[in-house]
């Protein structure tokens, strides 16, 4: 019934928030296209659940979770190889959700620093869900057994918290029943940041259009927001410790170095010493030429609304065929009577 070793999976979640982004891109979508290639199962949710958690406009969360799974598949994601679905359509993550509840103790939820700036000075007036956020991640990760979390450095902290969970739960019911999840965190060098802004994170929420790159530009607008970031005056050095203190430059030869495959010092060495004025319009076709064919992609998805709807249909099938057993084998170990036929 308990199981000791447990075989390579990975998930990961983004939250259907609109706006997807050259940062969303180089710093997820990419990252979860290069674990396809290592053949090991895998699974990427829309977290439509969490979303909720603070207001949402009802066609806007469609929209956006629509958009985010198009997004997903111009990326490269082959909806045949890993398993895409949106977080609402497999029930078990929120059963096991309501289960982690239970586990998980308040002050552990509350020394969450998500909660903490989310929540900020007016925490009587969030929602409970936004307290629970952390539990239901858990219980995202957990019912497929995961072992491997592709995340961003901000959510690390959510990834020990699922830890303390699995292991609190294997200890308090005597099983070894929930892996210990590893953390894949993305390095600095895929931080995108603001092209206004170098010390700035790119973020759909920035008023400036201009700072990003969004993934439903066009070619034109792509080419005139790279012609148009921020730089200071200097030529590009020819190592990576001249980028120190110059936050915009670092920024563009980060996204060149993304885009390309290439280390930063393997792109200084070919482009230390030019102007922005020669690397501008370097980074522009670069830029144009990988991200075009994905916001051309998804705009014909987008087009196709039926073609999307169906791949998440197909892929909640496929999750709950992993999440149903788990869920039922927790609920047995737990003490909940499970249904005989009859
Ligand atoms: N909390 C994550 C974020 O905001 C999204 C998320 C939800 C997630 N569930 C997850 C990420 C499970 C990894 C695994 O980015």
């Avoid at 990252?31 to 699974?43: G, H, L, P, Y």
């Avoid at 909660?115 to 869900?129: C, H, I, R, T, V």
């Avoid at 019912?143 to 450095?153: D, I, N, R, S």
């Avoid at 987008?302 to 084998?329: F, H, Y």
Wanted: charged share 25%.
């Amino acid at each position: 019934m308990t199981e000791t070793t447990f075989t390579p999976r990975v998930f990961s979640g983004i939250q259907p928030s609109g706006n997807l982004h050259l940062g969303n891109y180089l710093g997820a979508l990419k990252r979860f296209v290069d674990w396809q290639a290592k053949d090991v199962e895998s699974i990427y949710c829309m977290v439509d659940l969490h979303a909720i958690t603070v207001w949402q406009d009802p066609a806007d969360l469609k929209k956006s979770t629509r958009e985010l799974c198009a997004g997903f598949i111009a990326a490269g994601l082959d909806p045949e190889k890993s398993i895409l679905i949106n977080q609402s359509q497999v029930p078990e993550h929120a059963q096991l959700a309501w289960v982690f509840n239970c586990v998980a103790r308040m002050g552990w939820m509350q020394r969450m620093t998500q909660w903490k700036d989310k929540a900020g000075k007016n925490a009587q007036n969030a929602s409970l869900g936004l307290f629970a956020y952390p539990a239901l991640m858990a219980a995202d990760i957990l019912v497929y057994h995961a072992t491997h979390v592709p995340v961003g450095e901000d959510q690390k902290q959510h990834l020990e918290l699922t830890r303390d969970i699995a292991i609190k739960f294997n200890h308090d019911y005597g099983v070894n029943f929930f892996p210990e999840t590893e953390p894949v965190i993305e390095g600095a060098a895929t931080r995108v940041m603001s092209l206004r802004d170098g010390s700035k994170k790119m973020s759909k929420s920035d008023p400036s259009d201009a700072s990003r790159i969004n993934l439903t530009d066009d070619a034109d607008a792509i080419a005139k927001k790279i012609r148009k970031a921020k730089t200071d005056p200097e030529a590009l050095p020819s190592e990576a410790k001249g980028l120190e203190e110059r936050p915009e430059a670092r920024n563009l030869v980060n996204i060149y170095a993304a885009m390309a495959e290439m280390s930063v010092d393997q792109v200084l060495a070919e482009v230390g010493g030019k102007q922005f004025s020669e690397f501008k319009p370097m980074l522009a076709d670069l830029a144009v030429a990988k991200m075009s064919p994905i916001t051309t992609e998804m705009a014909r998805l987008m087009e196709n609304q039926d073609e999307i709807d169906k791949i998440l249909a197909r892929g909640s099938e496929r999750a709950r065929a992993i999440t149903a057993p788990i869920l039922s084998q927790t609920y047995d170990i737990i003490g909940m009577v499970r249904p005989v036929e009859v």
